[in-house]
């Protein structure tokens, strides 16, 4: 096993799965509109929970991990599965109906910011300079963004609202998840979007009517891919990358993910980038970056003094 504090530099695969996991998780967004627009929010979402859990788990089994949630872990997976899966893929659905997938995308990667907000809450983190001038930065950037829609008095400032529930919920998941679990992570994984899915395929019964009237190839496009690419594809790799790197490094892989969003969107979709999206992805970024503990490097930069 490799000493960290001798070999301080980010292994070579780790950088291969930091570029493999934001174009998973950053060409999903314009895809995503695709089925947004053919499959109504419940459906389209419960589906890509739905069959994203079942392709997890049996990934897990297949590389033989016991497919069991232990019983004290059961409660906690269900509260994390609310949040983790059902909050944030139907918030983050129903505001990429009314944004650009561009402007959903960094929008929903200010889940960082708010996970921070919630841990300093119940105690888990501390303010400092950075940290504050990085929530300066995050809410600039929200501000920047829901400007022209607040103005324009049309349904765009329900879609930015819509997009920060979503990444509030996220980040609430994330704190729930922050303890030492006996389940192995893809097992997790895989249960909570199961789970997390079925309270909108309940709900996709009960209000949406014909849902598959207007579904085409673009739309089974789109669930292919947000299902595969999106969410097993992309996770596996999260999962095998925090194997490598320590988890405050890891994260700082998400930072380019509304960038490969901004491209995505305007190559599939045509999208338009004004000066509110460039402006919000630079104060994001200094938002993320500032705020982002690297206890790593931090320890790296002691042992070289």
Known sequence: ???????????TKAILLLVLITLAFGSGWPIMKYGVIELPILTFRWMTAVFSGIGVLTIAAFIGHRLLVFREEIGIVFLCSLFNVTGWFYFSGL???MLTAGRATILAYTHPLFAFLIALAIGRDRLSPSRIFGLACGMGAVAALSARDFSAFGENPFGVLAMLVAATCFATGANLQKRAWRTPLIVLAGWQMLIGGLPLLVLSLVFDHDPFVDFTFYGVGAVAYTVLIGNMIGFVLWLRLLDLIPAPIATLSLLPTPMVGIASGMIVLGETVSWQEALALVLIT???ASTLNLPLLS???????
Not at 1 to 11: H, L
Not at 299 to 305: C, E, G, K, S
């Open 299 to 305: 320890a790296n930069n002691r042992d070289r003094a």
């Open 286 to 288: 200094i938002a993320l």
């Open 1 to 11: 096993m490799t000493d960290d504090s001798k070999n301080p530099g980010i292994p």
């Open 95 to 97: 505001g990429l109906t």
